[in-house]
């Protein structure tokens, strides 16, 4: 029965770390993008202000100030992760926006955000992988970080 475990472990185990990467890639980076696209819709009607002001209340921040930030930061961030460019920090911001979101605007949705959580930080700690644009740019460890390879 061992024999058995031990073989399917070594078919799960022969997942390419790259093809895990892509795919991380492109879901949270839809996710976000998806956020982005629903909050610019909102602009024109006052939907996506009323909700940062009625509903998200962040600390700190003004209303205004933290719509445009999220905004600005669900359209720009996720390009770079369906390129695979600059992808650590792309997912280094995207997992501190997901923290906010978790601490202070929905703390009770911790089933979706530490999935979330989950892409990022495997993007963070092993890259974009081999078909991205980082690969192609800086080479086997993209800006000098330790890549899937060396895992």
């Not at 492109?26 to 602009?43: P, Y």
Request: one cysteine or more; a neutral charge; charged letters at 15%.
């Amino acid at each position: 029965m061992r024999d058995f475990f031990d073989q399917v472990a070594s078919w799960f185990e022969r997942i390419p770390n790259d093809a895990i990467a892509l795919i991380a890639r492109i879901a949270i980076g839809t996710v976000f993008l998806r956020s982005g696209l629903l909050k610019i819709e909102g602009w024109a009607e006052g939907t996506t202000l009323a909700l940062f002001k009625d509903e998200y209340q962040l600390p700190i921040l003004s209303p205004q100030l933290a719509a445009y930030l999220a905004t600005a930061a669900e359209l720009a961030l996720p390009p770079l992760l369906f390129m695979g460019l600059f992808t650590r920090y792309a997912a280094m911001a995207l997992l501190l926006m997901t923290l906010v979101i978790q601490i202070f605007v929905y703390p009770n949705a911790f089933d979706t955000h530490g999935v979330w959580a989950v892409c990022l930080l495997f993007l963070m700690k092993y890259g974009a992988g081999r078909l991205s644009l980082d690969h192609a740019l800086f080479g086997r460890h993209p800006l000098g970080q330790r890549g899937m390879a060396d895992a």
